[in-house]
């Protein structure tokens, strides 16, 4: 059988029912987390390492899926051939990266199309970032930078998650968010050399992303109820709050070589912690729309569901032609 692992089943997580007792499994997957091992498709596993997995993973492969729509938004607006031809690779990027993450949640037993009829019927979470407008083509530029910023600054630490086919998804991912980032820092200096209605635009773009960047890390880590088992298994390495601060600590330096202002008046080095302060996330909008009721929940989850029933008859299309295609092998083996 196909699989995504690069080993096959070992002394220490042997499948179960062979000769190991719950406990004696259960021992020698946690002795493989606490040696910073990695877990393939065919170990052992607990439930609970299982469900997590597929929880966070589908979230963040159906975020970005969504995450192709804000941006998608302005590729027919794009203001050069050269702008449009970046914004198109960078969105067909955004799904691949989807495509990836849900092959290594189906690696763990969900399929596909559980996760997508999660997603689609509103249960399944996606990243809060995307449930905002893009208002001008400044927010393409500072979502590369911000937002994918955001999102390298999160998803480096899980190419060490103890999961392989996540770990192995996101070497690759974070290699072309990190483009994605550049890009959006690019088109932006160029902004900031432009007119004054162009560098007026950049700051609005900024003073409406930022605060929604520094949500995206999650909840604080006092009241994040899946942080410390994930950072005990091994998925989360580095805990919502530490990122949040090293995201800041990245980009307020960036924010000055560009010459805009970062919209905090509580934004100031700290010598003691050797960290940037900054002032209170709006928790309750964060919460709000997480929960379905941003600015643009309803829209985005309608246009992916309009989209998926759009693509039935290709999916339908290409099922026959693999059918037909396997009838022809068998006709010819016979
Ligand atoms: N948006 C929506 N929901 C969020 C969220 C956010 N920004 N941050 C946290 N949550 C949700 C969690 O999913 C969880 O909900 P659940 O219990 O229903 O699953 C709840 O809030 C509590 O949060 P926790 O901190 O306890 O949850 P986690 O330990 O899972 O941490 C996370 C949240 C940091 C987002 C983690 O899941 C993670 O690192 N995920 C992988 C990366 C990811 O999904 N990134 C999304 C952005 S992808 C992207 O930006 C695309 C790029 O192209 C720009």
């Keep these: 059988m196909y699989t995504q692992a690069m080993d096959i089943p070992d002394a220490a997580t042997k499948p179960a029912g062979v000769s190991r007792t719950p406990d004696a499994?259960?021992?020698?997957?946690?002795?493989?987390?606490?040696?910073?091992?990695?877990?393939?498709?065919?170990?052992?596993?607990?439930?609970?390492y299982r469900k997590t997995l597929v929880r966070q993973i589908s979230q963040h492969a159906h975020s970005e899926i969504v995450g192709m729509l804000p941006e998608g938004n302005w590729i027919s607006r794009a203001p050069s051939l050269k702008r449009k031809a970046i914004l198109i690779a960078k969105v067909q990027d955004e799904g691949g990266h989807g495509l990836y993450l849900y092959s290594a949640a189906e690696t763990l037993g969900t399929s596909r199309d559980q996760m997508l009829d999660a997603l689609h019927s509103g249960k399944a979470k996606y990243s809060s970032i995307f449930n905002y407008p893009t208002l001008s083509w400044a927010d393409v530029g500072v979502i590369g930078w911000l937002v994918d910023g955001a999102a390298i600054m999160n998803q480096i630490p899980l190419c060490r998650c103890s999961y392989g086919p996540y770990a192995r998804a996101m070497v690759r991912v974070c290699k072309e968010e990190s483009f994605h980032q550049r890009q959006g820092y690019e088109a932006l200096l160029v902004m900031m050399k432009g007119s004054d209605a162009q560098k007026a635009m950049v700051q609005d773009a900024v003073n409406r992303w930022w605060w929604k960047c520094l949500a995206m890390f999650g909840p604080p880590d006092a009241d994040s109820p899946h942080s410390a088992q994930g950072q005990r298994w091994g998925i989360k390495r580095i805990s919502n709050d530490e990122l949040r601060q090293k995201f800041v600590d990245a980009t307020v330096p960036q924010?000055?070589?560009?010459?805009?202002?970062?919209?905090?008046?509580?934004?100031?080095?700290n010598e003691d912690r050797q960290h940037y302060d900054y002032g209170q996330i709006d928790w309750a909008e964060f919460w709000a729309t997480v929960e379905g009721d941003g600015p643009c929940n309803?829209?985005?989850?309608?246009?992916?569901?309009?989209?998926?029933?759009?693509?039935?008859?290709v999916r339908d299309a290409a099922l026959a032609h693999a059918r037909k295609q396997q009838e022809r092998t068998n006709k010819e083996a016979a």
């Design 25 to 48: 499994q259960d021992a020698a997957f946690e002795a493989r987390i606490d040696a910073d091992g990695r877990i393939e498709p065919q170990d052992w596993m607990p439930e609970a």
């Design 298 to 313: 309803r829209e985005r989850l309608a246009t992916r569901v309009k989209a998926h029933r759009d693509g039935q008859w």
């Design 255 to 269: 924010a000055e070589v560009l010459g805009v202002t970062l919209p905090d008046p509580d934004l100031k080095w």
